[in-house]
């Protein structure tokens, strides 16, 4: 066994789920929640679709006018005011809507919406907005799920292989190759190091006054497994004593 004086401060193995949460967890979780949370304004949208089927009344609304909105990241949001009678009273309320809209209902024009009987302010700007909103919510809910399982997959199988490496793998030593700050993570880097002089390592991410501190040319201790390589310092020291292991290529 090869190994040199540790360069971090794990006394003992990471668990499977701490080594999930490092390699990326968040897209798992990102994407379950946009699941979630679509997912419920699915059903949302569909509720009030079957209230407007139910207690929806057609009628002709003018468009009087309309807006072009340029937000801060430089999208165009359109807007137009709608008026209609109800009753003997004018409605007048703006709403947004598609760019397609906004091109057809030019100032005077005529379209078709559908308000509610019993709250006229509320109204869809076509008969169905409310159904087709709630469809492509279902669809992004779904994209979102099977986005999840995806990540879900791809995580734990990089961290499977990671624990596998640090169980089984070859204990050995090998100097900082290079000490990088990450361009898109300010304050934050990683190291890398040569297996040989095809198979480069990588470490996760730290911060770089972390790593800096080890510096260039130092001796890690690694594991080595088929290939593959994790710094200790990213998984901690594995509990078995090397002699116990099962024999594995160390290639």
Not at 105 to 112: K, L, N, R
């Amino acid at each position: 066994m090869t190994q040199a004086p540790p360069k971090h401060s794990l006394t003992g193995p990471r668990s499977w789920f701490s080594l999930f949460y490092t390699h990326g967890a968040w897209l798992t979780i990102v994407a379950g929640v946009i699941c979630v949370g679509t997912t419920l304004g699915s059903v949302v949208k569909y509720n009030a679709a079957a209230k407007f089927d139910r207690a929806g009344i057609v009628t002709q609304a003018q468009a009087v006018d309309r807006r072009i909105f340029h937000d801060s990241e430089g999208a165009d949001q359109y807007h137009i005011t709608y008026r209609f009678e109800v009753g003997g009273a004018t409605v007048l309320r703006e709403r947004d809507v598609t760019r397609g809209q906004y091109e057809r209902a030019t100032q005077g024009t005529t379209h078709t919406i559908r308000y509610l009987s019993d709250r006229p302010s509320t109204f869809e700007t076509y008969v169905g907005e409310t159904h087709d909103d709630a469809v492509r919510l279902q669809r992004v809910a779904g994209i979102a799920g099977m986005g999840s399982l995806i990540a879900l997959w791809w995580v734990g199988r990089r961290v499977n292989r990671v624990i596998l490496t640090r169980r089984y793998g070859h204990r050995t030593t090998v100097q900082v190759h290079a000490v990088t700050e990450a361009k898109n993570a300010s304050g934050r880097g990683y190291l890398t190091w040569y297996i040989d002089d095809r198979r480069r390592g990588k470490s996760l991410m730290h911060p770089i006054s972390r790593l800096r501190a080890i510096g260039v040319g130092a001796e890690i201790n690694i594991y080595v497994r088929k290939g593959y390589s994790v710094w200790e310092g990213d998984v901690g020291p594995r509990n078995v004593d090397d002699s116990n292991l099962p024999k594995t290529p160390r290639d």
